[in-house]
Every structure is written in structure tokens, then in C-alpha cells.
């Protein structure tokens, strides 16, 4: 057991913390923490500089892009990247779904043709899984594709899709076969959303920004051969995708809780509009405890499922438990923090504390239970795969 | 960075199972609970065999046999003597016979309005060679052969094979780690070499030891927990099916792993004597015996009325689980410790490495 850096790993962050000053604007450490909303621009732009520093896809294969690097090279940089808040690269959904499920299904030419576009921020996929009739229920997907002659028709309808308004591509769970058994009729295809017939329409959420989206597909037109796997194995191929979304999501959510963390420590020490300074509270200080704690728990808890991967390929049961403690946590963290706030806590925009951060990010924590695995479904799994109980359905 | 125990490291946990599996059951466990406590020589030397009273088992090796006999619920003063006590008789007179079983040692610290490890009472006074005062709520102390007391200025054993009458046995509600109370009269004490300062390692190991075993116990109750949920019927169902019953096992899992975590890592950072080792015992104490009273308090309710009877093993756990979470303060106390750490600005807020 050793929790320490290995040399190589200690080079390579001392070489990230030095190109991470050297990069970001001066006075990025002090300025107060922007509210959750995507700048375009500034995002694709720090995204290419990732790219081209050789930071992005760093446990990728080298010959698509990737630095081939092991898992704890990611983990030391999502580590570095937050603690000096850095942001994040443009393409999540690309990084953390597409991208690993090309990899694992994709042919050379497909393998060519997305990832490196990917990586550097040229090209955002968004996800088209969930349906308004098939939420947690992905395999009753409606969405249907028929072939004619070297082109799957697509019809049908996505629902929650985070940036989908800003996407070049898309990876959309079809039914291909409406006569086989439910789970044996889908298909994976990759889609251009620049195809004629693909509509995006924001989703207001209670935020009040669009970061979700529907996409209607009417007669769209998908070549052939734009599939990861054969017709019939889409259910397999999305398992890929919805793995990596839990499997290498523990080093994310660490690192964006370690982000909020500092951010309430900050909020703590500083004045609130009442005068009272919270970090003074003692009823407040055994909560920011608990926080902090409870980030350590989820930290380590990721640490050990990782080390049962590099000893056995295949990461460790309590992988599982990182989304569902993730997303409780950043809810109690979140709403803490607006608690501090008095009724200077029911400002937004520009009225409020930091330009209404922690209203939008207590808000925004709302859908955290709800997204990518609703907690509901996280204990089921639990339950049934980790735990050994029967099926409850 | 890796998050494994070494292989011997992995063999001794083994044997450790094998061992309290077959010579500690339930009801031996219970039985020993149910009666009076005494020093129970023939099974001390069992654990001088495995070498589990070996005063050169590291941290790592302690955290291992700290988790398996709170799994177990080992009702003997292993975590009294070898992990409170045993530290503080370097080079001691006393090791052979700890170490061959025939001594088992508690340590009394506790004063009123001095509770707790890091606290000087003054209360117990030496003259002499003779110590008089009170300490109160010692573990173990009616089943041990010897106690280290502490005093302002210094650590002194005093022979109860010898002197059986100081001892006062109170009635505890985990009957299977019971607390009793030193009343000194001039009772002769023979001074160790090792200094009071060193009760602040033992008190960072002890939390780190007990968070280790809180997991242990936390462990059993989720086993147990799934073991009825998967065989229990009612409405011609196995109850483990109900959302209502299942969620509530999967949440006992969630605490045991997060628990877990920190646990072995406090006990990394104690063996490494790691910068972060005083945030990473309260951090860890606090979780993990927290997890532990509410892994055993929903095993409880998973297991309906049978769960709440007297004849059924929860209940010990579960006084395991409210001891270990009392033991040198609750939670609150350990998180008054973080907090300050976090917030006044003597860890990196609040990042690990």
C-alpha cells in the first residue's frame, strides 16, 4: 500500500501544475468562480490547447491521438486540473462515452476518422440513449432505423441530451428490429447532426439554461456503414459506453467535488451579506468537515477500485458506489453553501453572492441524481450485481 | 499510488478468517459476553500462537486483525492490549510475557473531567512508587493481568494479578468490550521508560484501529443483512426483491466501501507517519464508526422483529458499533479536528497528495 507519486508520476505533475500556471490567465486563482454556463469559444480554445500540450486523451492509443499513458496519469491530472479550477475540455460526452466505445468497437477507418477531431475539440458528440417513453429503460428504445439500399432512415425522438445544441456528431441507440426480443433489436450508429432532418430544441431546465436538449430525427439519412458493431448488437455496444461513463467517472467526480469543496471553503471564510462569517459557525464548520470528509471517502474509494484494475483488468465492485455518494454529496455541498447565504440566498445573476453561483450550482445538483444512472437505478445495481440480491423486477 | 494489502499482509487476514471462524462462532461469543469477565488464559495464548501480540506488527498488519476481529466480534482484549497498550512497553520487562500470552495489558487514561487521551487529569498521583486517585471507564480492565495508568508526568503498570482489588467492573452496554473504573491507594506501580508524550501516537493509532474495526463490524451487518433479504419471504416473495428492503441493503454497501476507504487509508498514513496522518484518523474515525452504527441499525430494520430480539447477533454488533463510535469522542469531535484543518488552514483545503 503506498499512496505516494512513483517518480514518473511526480514529473508529470510538476510538468502539468507548471503548464497549468503558465496558461491560464494571471489572476485565475483569485477571480470568484463562474457561474456553470458554457462560453463557447473560450471553451474551444482551451480545449485545443489541451489537445496540442498532449493533456487530452491521455490514456488513449497513441496512434489515434492518445498519450498511451496509464490510468493514474488521467487521475493526477483531473487532481491538477482541479485544484487551480482549471476548465474543463469542451467534449465530455466525446472523452467519457463516444470516444472509449469507438475504441473498443469502432474499425481502423472509424477509429481515424473521429477520435483525433475528438481530442482536440473540433468535433462534440452528444448522446442520443434516452427517449421520452424509455428513460432508465434503454432498451425499450422506439427510435426506429430501416435500411435502404446503403443508407439507414432514421425516425424518432431523444430527450436529455447535454449539448446536443452544440454538436457536430452523435451516438444514438436505434431499433433496427422490431420483431426480436426487446434487448436483440438495437443498433448503435454514429449520426452527423449536420444531417438534413436532425432538429435540436433546448430543454429549459430548472436553471433556466438549455443544457439539455430534445433531437427529432425525420427521414435522416445515416451510411451504412457509420455503425459501431453488427445490427442487433447495439445493446452490447451502449453496455460499452454506459461502463466507461461509471468506470472512469470516479477520478471526474472526485475532481469536481474537490472543485466545489474549495469553493465553499472560500464562500466559508468570507463574510456572508448577513456580516457573520460562516467559518466562525461551529454548527457550520461540522459540516464543511462532513463535505470534506466525504470527498476523501469518494477519492479513495476511487483510488482502491483503481488499483483492482491495474491488478486485474476489471475495476474493482466499489466503482460502484462513486456516481450515487458523488451526486448525494454534491446536493448537500451545494445547498450548504446557499444556507450560508441567509436570505441574500434568494438572489440570482448579478445581485447575488459570486454572480449567483451557488444558486445555479445548487439547482444544477438537482439533476445529478437524475442523470447518467438515476439513483433509483444505482441501487438496483448495487443491490443485484454487487450485493447478490434477486432481481426486483 | 497503490491501494492493496501486500500478499503476507493478505495470508495473515486469511488466517485470521479461518481462525475466528472456527474457534469464534456466535455462540461463543455470545457465551462469553453472558458471563462475568475475567482474563481467559487458554484463549490469550491462542493469539500469542498466530502471533497477533508480537509488539513488531506493523500499522498495516494491526488495520488487517483490527477489520477480522470486529467482523468477528472477538469478545478479548486484543484492541486494549495490543494496539492501546502494547506500544507503550518498548523495550519493557513486560513484552516476553505479552507476547508469549501470558500477560495481557489494558491502559487507563480516562479522569473525570479528563476524558480523553490528549487531556491531562492530574487525578492519579505517585508517591514513592505508589500510585493513588481514580481513572474511570478503562476497557477491558477486568479482563486483563495488567494496566499502564497514566499520570502528568509519566506512565507507570501496576500488576492486578497481584492487586485484583482496584478494580471496580460497571455495567456496560456492549458487554463484549466492558469499561470499569482504577480506585488507587497507595498501590505499588512500577515507572515504564516510555514518556506520556507518547500517548499522542497511540491515541492516532487507536483511531485509525478503530475506524479499521468499525469496518470490520459495519462488514457483518451488511453479510447479515443480505443473507435474510435473500431467504426472508412475506406476501410470497423473497423480501430482497421489495425496492424498500433492497435499497436499504444497498445503502448499508455504500457506507461499508466509503468507510473502508478511509479507514485503510488512515492506517497508511499512521504507518508512514504521512503528513495528512492526523486529519486521515479523524477523518476515518469518524466515518467509519459512524457507518458501522448505521450499517448495523438498518441491518436491524432489514431483519424485522427477529432482528430486535435479545437471542439474535445484531444487537452485539450493534453496541460494538455505538462503543466504537464513542470511543475518544463521537464524530463531532474528530470533524472539530478537520474543520480546523480545512478551515484555518493547516491542510492544502482540503486536497489529499
Known amino acids: 500500500m503506498d499512496f505516494r507519486d512513483t517518480p514518473e508520476e511526480a514529473s508529470f505533475r510538476a510538468e502539468l501544475r507548471t503548464w497549468l500556471r503558465d496558461n491560464l490567465p494571471d489572476d485565475w486563482t483569485t477571480r470568484a468562480p463562474t457561474v456553470g454556463r458554457f462560453d463557447l469559444a473560450e471553451s474551444r480554445a482551451w480545449s485545443r490547447r489541451l489537445y496540442d500540450a498532449g493533456y487530452v486523451g491521455l490514456t488513449w492509443p497513441k496512434e489515434y491521438g492518445g498519450g498511451g499513458a496509464p490510468h493514474e496519469f488521467q487521475g493526477i491530472y483531473l487532481e491538477e486540473t482541479a485544484r487551480i479550477g482549471a476548465p474543463e475540455h469542451i467534449g465530455g460526452i466525446g472523452l467519457g462515452m463516444a470516444g472509449p466505445t469507438i475504441i473498443a468497437w469502432g474499425s481502423d477507418d472509424q477509429k481515424r476518422r473521429y477520435l483525433a477531431k475528438l481530442l482536440s475539440g473540433e468535433e462534440v458528440w452528444c448522446q442520443g440513449f434516452s427517449e421520452p417513453g424509455s428513460g432508465s429503460d434503454l432498451a425499450g428504445a422506439k427510435t426506429r432505423a430501416v435500411l435502404d439500399g446503403d443508407e439507414w432512415v432514421v425516425n424518432g425522438q431523444k430527450v436529455w441530451s447535454s449539448w446536443a445544441h452544440i454538436a457536430d456528431w452523435c451516438i444514438l441507440v436505434v431499433r433496427t428490429d422490431p420483431d426480436a426480443e426487446k434487448h436483440r433489436g438495437l443498433s448503435y450508429l454514429l449520426v452527423d447532426m449536420h444531417s438534413p432532418g436532425v432538429e435540436v430544441r433546448p430543454l429549459k431546465q430548472i436553471t433556466g439554461d438549455p443544457e439539455f436538449n430534445e433531437i427529432f430525427f425525420t427521414d435522416v439519412r445515416v451510411p451504412r456503414e457509420s455503425m459501431l458493431g453488427q445490427p442487433g448488437e447495439g445493446w452490447n455496444v451502449a453496455m460499452t459506453t454506459l461502463l466507461h461513463e461509471r468506470g472512469t467517472l470516479g477520478f471526474a467526480l472526485t475532481a469536481a467535488l474537490e472543485r466545489q469543496l474549495r469553493n465553499l471553503v472560500r464562500l466559508a471564510k468570507q463574510p456572508a451579506p448577513d456580516g457573520r462569517v460562516p467559518a466562525e459557525d461551529p454548527v457550520v464548520r461540522d459540516r464543511i468537515a462532513q463535505q470534506w470528509i466525504d470527498l476523501q471517502a469518494l477519492r479513495f474509494t476511487n483510488y482502491r477500485s483503481l488499483t483492482t484494475l491495474a491488478k486485474t483488468g476489471v475495476p474493482g465492485p466499489e466503482g460502484s458506489v462513486a456516481k450515487l455518494h458523488w451526486s448525494e454529496t454534491n446536493q448537500r455541498l451545494t445547498k450548504l453553501a446557499t444556507s450560508l447565504q441567509g436570505l441574500a440566498s434568494q438572489l440570482d445573476d448579478d445581485g447575488a453572492v459570486w454572480d449567483g453561483y451557488w444558486q445555479y450550482q445548487q439547482l444544477r445538483s438537482r439533476g445529478n441524481t437524475i442523470e447518467a444512472g438515476t439513483s433509483e437505478i444505482l441501487r438496483n445495481i448495487i443491490a443485484e450485481r454487487v450485493v447478490g440480491l434477486p432481481r426486483s423486477r | ?353
Not at chain 2, 476481529?69 to 492490549?81: D, K, M, V, Y
Not at chain 2, 495528512?276 to 436491524?300: G, L
Request: charged share 20%.
Open chain 2, 1 to 353: 499510488m497503490d491501494f492493496a494489502f501486500s500478499e503476507d499482509q493478505e495470508l495473515l487476514r486469511a488466517a485470521a478468517r479461518d481462525f475466528l471462524a472456527d474457534r469464534w462462532p456466535n455462540e461463543r461469543v455470545i457465551a462469553a459476553a453472558d458471563s462475568e469477565p475475567a482474563f481467559d488464559a487458554a484463549a490469550w495464548k491462542e493469539l500469542a500462537n498466530l502471533g497477533w501480540l508480537d509488539s513488531g506488527l506493523g500499522v498495516l498488519e494491526h488495520a488487517v486483525l483490527a477489520e477480522e476481529t470486529g467482523t468477528a466480534l472477538l469478545p478479548l482484549p486484543w484492541f486494549s492490549s495490543a494496539v492501546l497498550a502494547t506500544p507503550l512497553l518498548a523495550g519493557d520487562e513486560l513484552l516476553a510475557g505479552i507476547e508469549s500470552g501470558d500477560r495481557a495489558v489494558a491502559l487507563a487514561w480516562a479522569e473525570p473531567g479528563a476524558f480523553y487521551l490528549r487531556e491531562t487529569g492530574g487525578g492519579v498521583t505517585e508517591s514513592g512508587g505508589k500510585l493513588t486517585g481514580r481513572k474511570v471507564v478503562a476497557p477491558d480492565l477486568a479482563s486483563v493481568t495488567d494496566v499502564i495508568v497514566t499520570t502528568n508526568d509519566g506512565l507507570w503498570v501496576v500488576d492486578l494479578l497481584a492487586q485484583p482489588g482496584v478494580v471496580q467492573p460497571l455495567s456496560t452496554v456492549d458487554r463484549t468490550r466492558r469499561l470499569a473504573d482504577l480506585n488507587l491507594d497507595g498501590t505499588t506501580a512500577r515507572r515504564l521508560a516510555t514518556p506520556v508524550s507518547a500517548l499522542a501516537d497511540v491515541r492516532r493509532r487507536a483511531l485509525a484501529m478503530a475506524a479499521c474495526e468499525a469496518v470490520g463490524v459495519a462488514q457483518r451487518a451488511l453479510d447479515l443483512a443480505a443473507d435474510y433479504t435473500k431467504t426472508r419471504q412475506q406476501f410470497g416473495r423473497v423480501i430482497g426483491t421489495y425496492q424498500g428492503v433492497s435499497h436499504r441493503v444497498a445503502n448499508i454497501y455504500v457506507q461499508v466501501q466509503l468507510a473502508r476507504s478511509l479507514a485503510y487509508w488512515a492506517a497508511w498514513a499512521v504507518s508512514e507517519g504521512d503528513a495528512q496522518q492526523d486529519i486521515a484518523v479523524a477523518a476515518a474515525k469518524s466515518a467509519a464508526t459512524e457507518a458501522a452504527v448505521f450499517a448495523c441499525e438498518n441491518a436491524i430494520q432489514a431483519h424485522g422483529g427477529i432482528g430486535f430480539t435479545w437471542e439474535h447477533v445484531l444487537h452485539r454488533y450493534y453496541k460494538r458499533a455505538q462503543w466504537l463510535d464513542a470511543f475518544e469522542g463521537f464524530g463531532r469531535d474528530h470533524r472539530a479536528d478537520v474543520a480546523s484543518a480545512v478551515l484555518d488552514g493547516t491542510t492544502d483545503e482540503g486536497t489529499a497528495a
